[in-house]
């Protein structure tokens, strides 16, 4: 069974600081990694993919695939970075187990 | 380009009666999938549609049942509402399924009495 797992349930650091955001994965096979990330009062948005090894709002993460992790990083938080932020695995047979979550970080960024 | 459109946004229903949540996807996407989010928890996974046919399927009982239209878009059915039931339930669409990642609407909330 697939499981995703973020150990922090709620993160507070300073403005300036650095962030990062722990996620765990179990799955037999070669998955996909997502994070979104759910803004106040708005919808879940994609934030990253693995496969794209893309920066989004000076926003990293690695895929290691020997600790099974997948941890969100950003060197200099900023105030708009307070939200919620779920880590996500999607199996490769073809999206027929969709998206499964962990339970969310919530990130507060203090002034 | 139109998002993920959900109704009704809210909904208070009665243990066991029945409730049809409906859900627009994005031009251009094929694929629907259905979440369940209880409070304090991350989304769980109901179920996916590609091309009008049901192609997944998390562990939710068959009271939870689905459709997708020729036109992509879909509707979630659950009977015999339990208390339980009662969560945010996000419908999220994406190309083939899954392919480039989802876009989520703003849920439906349903408050089961």
């Known amino acids: 069974a697939q499981r995703v797992t973020q150990p922090e349930k709620l993160l507070s650091v300073f403005k300036g600081a650095p962030v990062e955001l722990k996620c765990n994965y179990s799955?037999?096979?070669?998955?996909?990694l997502f994070w979104y990330v759910q803004y106040s009062r708005q919808r879940l948005q994609l934030l990253l993919r693995?496969?794209s090894r893309e920066s989004i709002k000076g926003f990293t993460a690695d895929l290691n695939k020997g600790e099974t992790s997948f941890h969100l990083k950003k060197p200099f938080a900023q105030e708009e970075d307070s939200a919620m932020y779920y880590c996500?695995?999607?199996?490769?047979?073809?999206?027929?187990?969709?998206?499964?979550f962990g339970k969310g970080t919530h990130l507060i960024i203090q002034p | 380009e139109t998002g993920v459109t959900q109704s009704p946004t809210h909904l208070i229903k009665t243990r066991g009666q029945q409730v049809t949540l409906r859900c627009s996807s994005q031009?251009?996407?094929?694929?629907v999938s259905w979440y369940q989010q209880a409070l304090g928890q991350g989304p769980q996974f109901i179920f996916q549609?590609?091309?009008?046919?049901?192609?997944g399927r998390g562990n939710f009982p068959p009271r939870f049942s689905g459709l997708q239209f020729p036109n992509y878009s879909s509707e979630l059915n659950v009977n015999a509402l339990e208390l339980d039931d009662s969560a945010l339930y996000l419908c999220?669409?994406?190309?083939?399924?899954?392919?480039?990642?989802?876009?989520f609407g703003s849920g439906t909330r349903l408050t089961v009495v």
């Open positions: 999220a669409s994406s190309l083939e399924r899954g392919r480039d990642g989802y876009t």
């Open positions: 996500a695995l999607k199996g490769r047979g073809g999206g027929a187990d969709g998206l499964t």
């Open positions: 799955y037999s096979g070669s998955p996909e």
């Open positions: 693995h496969i």
């Open positions: 031009s251009g996407h094929n694929t």
């Open positions: 549609y590609y091309r009008e046919e049901e192609n």
